[in-house]
């Protein structure tokens, strides 16, 4: 039954690669969640138009017409009231949210990292990973809490570094398992929330 699928709200900033993948899970129809609405911070983005494609609500809520953190997180709880939200997928969105956000979704928002937490939180992480001579990173999918990049981990999906990898080269390695592992991230939420 529709009714008992899990309301997902996705929040993007670009490409929305990890958005797709989403839309393309939520399309089996034993998948527990569906996708209500997809929220950008930027107008014009990509994955804004992969919403549209799949009928799904997309709101921009543009961080530069506001002039505070705060009046930018309240235009986006109030983008989100029209909507019975369950959980918030953070999938490349790339503004920190204040605890001002975060304590009204306790437990509610998941993001999905580029490396395998807690190595490599921030940004380049492959350019780092290469640098450090790794034969191994991956992605995580983890709980969002005010302190960036940390929270409870919920899946995570190792790749391996090859000889002569170029940062573009992992990072697609990477972008792969992250398409496998957001997914199956937010079925073992719902279960956890059961
Ligand atoms: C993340 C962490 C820091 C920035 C951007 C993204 C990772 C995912 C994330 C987004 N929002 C979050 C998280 C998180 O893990 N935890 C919380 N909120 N609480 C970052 O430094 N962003 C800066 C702007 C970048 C830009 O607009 O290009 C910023 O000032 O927000
Ligand atoms: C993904 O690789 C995601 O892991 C990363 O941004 C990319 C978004 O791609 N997120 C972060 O780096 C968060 N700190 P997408 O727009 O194609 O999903």
Not at 62 to 71: A, I, P, Y
Request: glycine share 6%; net charge negative.
């Amino acid at each position: 039954m529709d009714d008992k699928k899990l309301n997902l709200a996705v929040f993007i900033s670009g490409r929305g690669s990890n958005l797709q993948s989403l839309i393309d899970a939520c399309r089996d129809e034993g998948y527990p969640a569906k996708i209500s609405v997809v929220l950008s911070n930027k107008p014009d983005v990509p994955g804004l138009q992969k919403a549209s494609d799949a009928n799904i609500p997309a709101i921009t809520v543009h961080h530069k017409d506001h002039n505070t953190r705060e009046d930018f997180e309240n235009a986006m709880l109030a983008a989100l009231k029209d909507y019975e939200i369950d959980l918030i997928c953070l999938a490349g969105f790339m503004r920190i949210l204040t605890p001002h956000f975060v304590n009204q979704w306790p437990g509610q928002i998941i993001n999905i990292h580029p490396s395998l937490l807690p190595d490599y939180k921030g940004t380049n992480t492959h350019e780092r990973v290469l640098a450090d001579g790794k034969t191994e990173t991956g992605c995580t999918v983890h709980y969002v809490v005010p302190d960036v990049d940390s929270g409870a981990i919920i899946v995570q999906k190792r790749v391996p570094v090859l000889e002569g990898d170029t940062p573009d080269a992992l990072a697609a390695r990477v972008l792969e398992q992250e398409h496998i592992a957001y997914p199956e991230a937010i079925a073992l939420a719902v279960k956890e929330k059961a």
